[in-house]
């Protein structure tokens, strides 16, 4: 952060005075509200988060009845449950799957993007737009519709193929819900991944390339030793933004529940809805956000660094 | 498809760099077939890439035009040759959809209009000025930017219901603007830094004020910083879903997300009208395509220059 300072230190050579009280306080002045709203709708009910977690919060505080402080009680009841177990591993399963698939795919994408000619890239550029682009609801519904067991399209290509697929239900069986549901996550998340790789290939000279293929190096050694070394620092940051979405998928989940049994598929944010929303739990689901918060956080960390990396 | 010319082109320059180092003449040939054959072949892959991750918006559109008894043959029907607009006549029939419009409408020019002015305060004071907290202040931003929705909504949830805000406009954009901060401070910090105070200062030695010298210099030159994180706040608030399904629970303060999930539903009372179901998240999901793919071009040179070079 080097690009920053010049202003103050310099404005006392130019023609006007500034009060240098006033160039003090005017920075807290200009970041106030942006802290006032962060305060506001994320500081204050997270204290009240970690309050809630810390106590016993059921039916009788609904009704007026102050909450009981009951320490570490509702994480370790919480974390003795073997769904709460379930849900985490389900969610790192999950997320660990989307995100190696999302890199796997967009990085196959933007190679392809950078190896044909420009007409078939914009082809592939506009198409990926089109998923990009769509709002997340809509994507689930068009998948469900893709995915309906009688008159989906899917079923129908599969069908030719294996003759059971006929009239499958595909959200009938926790495997195929998350089958699905990994769809939706990686036809939406592919564009952004290949997006930002390709800018990131573009950057790589071609002469390099070029000197690599007279001295003889095959395609595969090109890409591992010089491309890939080459553009790890937008890798690094695509792959941890990522783990970061995948950890977090809700929507996409969410919705599908609503085809079907809901108990045995749930990830940390229905988890986390269905204990506060679904059966006002509040002890319970605040000691899991915030299990879940520093969860990301721990994830995040490694982000912020790249990112504090790259800017300097 | 790439043209011939191009291709030929291209193996040319190939050809003379296989001569160039005395690669064996005899296999030129044969590497020529095969270099031209890759080519095909990677041509013909991305195409269907292109036709893959471009069939489902496609199949939407063309469902939205068909109607239920079209779409429950045994064979799909690949071309909407027959379409009719009588899904959008049953969708648009009982106004629900223009409520929720209105709600979104409202809740994201709020949202833009508030994000816009406090996200370039802030990060005013952090590409132009040196003070205490500076650092933590960047690092608190970067760490909200990742919180998951998940992890706080309950708690959201709980303070508007005690501040009577559930189900209002007001309430929920409070909620979106504090989302939406850290991430377009982060990205018009980048804008502010890459103008140089220089400019200012040459404005200030011609007589402009300092705020004068901001105004009239520095400003003009922030529009493409500015457009891209309205851009950005606009998505998010239009497209959110976590958020609204547990502050929005009324039927009459549904946002459009929440209003395309409530339609299935209904559809599915029944069995469900596909057609129709597809005509709404056509409804949906057009209209933010369309502005998507005008404003991209922008607005991925925003993010990158903001929120990647710095």
């Known amino acids: ?312 | 498809m790439p043209s011939t010319q191009e291709t030929t082109a291209q193996e040319t320059t190939t050809g003379q760099l296989g001569i160039a180092t005395g690669g064996p003449v005899l296999k030129e040939g044969v590497s020529l077939r095969v270099r031209r054959i890759g080519k095909v072949l990677l041509a013909l892959s991305g195409v269907a890439l292109a036709l893959i991750w471009a069939f489902p918006v496609y199949w939407m559109v063309s469902s939205s035009l068909l109607s239920n008894t079209t779409l429950g043959k045994s064979t799909p029907t690949w071309f909407p040759s027959s379409g009719t607009l009588n899904n959008y006549r049953t969708v648009l029939a009982d106004g629900r959809f223009f409520d929720a419009l209105s709600v979104s409408l409202r809740v994201t020019l709020l949202t833009v209009f508030v994000v816009l002015i406090f996200a370039f305060l802030a990060a005013l004071a952090i590409s132009r000025f040196k003070f205490k907290g500076r650092k933590g202040f960047v690092l608190a931003l970067l760490f909200i930017q990742m919180l998951p929705a998940e992890g706080l909504f309950i708690a959201q949830y709980k303070m508007m219901a005690n501040a009577q805000l559930l189900n209002s406009v007001i309430g929920i954009s409070v909620l979106y603007i504090a989302a939406v901060i850290p991430f377009t401070v982060w990205m018009l910090r980048g804008f502010v830094a890459g103008i140089p105070a220089e400019l200012e200062e040459a404005a200030q030695i011609d007589g402009c004020s300092p705020t004068g010298a901001f105004f009239r210099v520095t400003f003009p030159l922030l529009a493409p910083g500015l457009v891209a994180s309205g851009v950005y706040a606009f998505l998010q608030a239009w497209n959110e879903f976590t958020v609204a399904l547990v502050i929005m629970q009324e039927p009459t303060s549904r946002t459009l997300p929440l209003w395309l999930r409530a339609f299935v539903e209904g559809s599915r009372a029944r069995e469900i009208d596909w057609g129709a179901v597809m005509a709404s998240s056509t409804l949906v999901a057009v209209p933010v395509i369309i502005f998507f793919l005008f404003v991209q071009g922008r607005m991925t040179s925003g993010l990158v220059a903001g929120a990647v070079k710095g």
């Open chain 1, 1 to 312: 952060m080097s690009v920053v300072t010049t202003i103050d230190a310099e404005t006392g050579v130019t023609a006007r005075e500034v009060n240098p009280r006033k160039r003090k306080i005017a920075p807290y002045l200009l970041i106030a509200p942006a802290i006032v709203m962060l305060v506001v709708a994320m500081g204050y009910p997270l204290g009240w988060q970690i309050y809630t977690s810390v106590h016993h919060y059921g039916l009788a505080q609904q009704f007026g009845k102050a909450a009981e402080f009951v320490g570490v009680d509702n994480f370790t009841t919480l974390f003795s449950s073997s769904t709460t177990w379930m849900v985490v591993i389900r969610s790192l399963v999950f997320c660990l799957v989307n995100a190696g698939l999302t890199l796997l795919i967009g990085l196959g994408a933007a190679l392809l993007m950078k190896a044909v000619h420009k007409a078939v890239r914009l082809t592939i550029q506009i198409a990926m737009l089109l998923a990009w682009a769509t709002p997340v609801t809509a994507a689930v519904t068009i998948w469900i519709w893709l995915f309906d067991w009688h008159h989906g399209v899917i079923n129908w290509v599969l069908s030719h193929f294996w003759p059971s697929m006929v009239h499958f239900n595909w959200l009938g069986t926790p495997l195929g819900f998350y089958s699905v549901a990994t769809l939706i996550v990686v036809w939406m998340s592919v564009p952004f991944v290949a997006f930002s790789i390709y800018a990131g290939l573009t950057q790589v000279p071609d002469e390099v390339m070029e000197a690599a293929q007279i001295d003889g190096a095959t395609a595969w050694q090109r890409l591992t030793k010089i491309t890939l070394p080459l553009i790890r620092p937008v890798l690094m940051i695509v792959a941890l933004l990522q783990l970061i979405w995948d950890l977090r998928v809700f929507t996409q989940t969410r919705m599908l529940q609503d085809y079907q049994d809901p108990l045995n598929v749930d990830l940390l944010g229905t988890y986390i809805y269905r204990m506060g929303i679904g059966q006002s739990d509040f002890s319970m689901a605040s000691a899991f956000s915030i299990f879940v918060l520093l969860l990301t956080i721990a994830v995040s960390w490694f982000y912020v660094r790249e990112l504090i990396k790259e800017d300097n």
